[in-house]
């Protein structure tokens, strides 16, 4: 399994507190993203880094930042977290863009907002 | 990227093939066709990839199309292990994790 380690893996906050997730990898893989899997769904992609320092929005970021100070850590936050943010969010790594570049999945945070 | 439609779900016997369809008749000439599956809700799994050539792995084969509108994923053999949900997705040559990922293929490999 490709090095990526995310924590917390279950977590339950309260509506309207910060909540920061982490996403590690020992891969020196240049690309990171975030995505979340709500129920009976398919992964949608909030967003990804492309290197240090250097991140971009993905289908739905609204509500999240997130911030890459080192290659290896690549940070979700939830300023002000609400019910709809009840998800699973999985961190996947790429070691390049290319189309023939496959991506290696973490083992995902259940991140519950009661 | 392109949009897929899978079926919903799908039954196989264990120790039998199972071949998972996919339609991506919007598939343009520099997107690659991914199979991804997940089990359990554990991250999602690569299975195999390809452009326009048949493909095969120690996992599955792939097998495009010519006109490349329509792909499927062939398991040789079946086992209760490969149980999942198996993703298709069609992606443009960049970005490899910048991926679109539609709700897949619930299948399930029976005894």
């Known amino acids: 399994d490709a090095g990526i380690t995310q924590s917390p893996r279950h977590k339950v906050t309260e509506t309207g507190t910060p909540v920061t997730l982490r996403c590690h990898q020992t891969?020196?893989?240049?690309?990171m993203y975030w995505y979340r899997q709500d129920p009976g769904h398919g992964l949608r992609l909030i967003h990804y880094s492309y290197g240090v320092k250097d991140t971009d929005k993905g289908e739905v970021s609204d509500g999240y930042s997130v911030s890459r100070s080192k290659t290896e850590d690549f940070l979700l936050t939830l300023e002000s977290a609400t019910s709809s943010q009840t998800s699973v969010y999985f961190c996947?790594?790429?070691?390049?863009?290319?189309?023939?570049?496959?991506?290696?999945f973490g083992q995902g945070t259940r991140l519950t907002v009661v | 990227d392109a949009k897929t439609t899978q079926p919903p779900s799908m039954d196989c016997a264990e120790g039998r093939a199972a071949n998972l369809p996919c339609n991506h008749s919007?598939?343009?000439?520099?997107?690659?066709v991914y199979w991804y599956r997940q089990i359990h809700s554990q991250g999602p799994q690569y299975i195999i990839h390809g452009l326009k050539n048949n493909e095969t792995n120690e996992m599955a084969s792939l097998i495009i199309t010519e006109d490349r509108k329509s792909s499927t994923l062939i398991l040789p053999h079946a086992t209760l292990r490969d149980t999942a949900v198996y993703y298709c997705i069609v992606r443009v040559n960049t970005n490899a994790g910048k991926s679109t990922f539609g709700d897949g293929t619930t299948l399930t490999v029976k005894p």
């Open positions: 919007t598939i343009s000439g520099n997107e690659y």
């Open positions: 996947a790594i790429s070691e390049s863009d290319a189309g023939s570049s496959e991506a290696f």
């Open positions: 891969e020196n893989h240049r690309y």
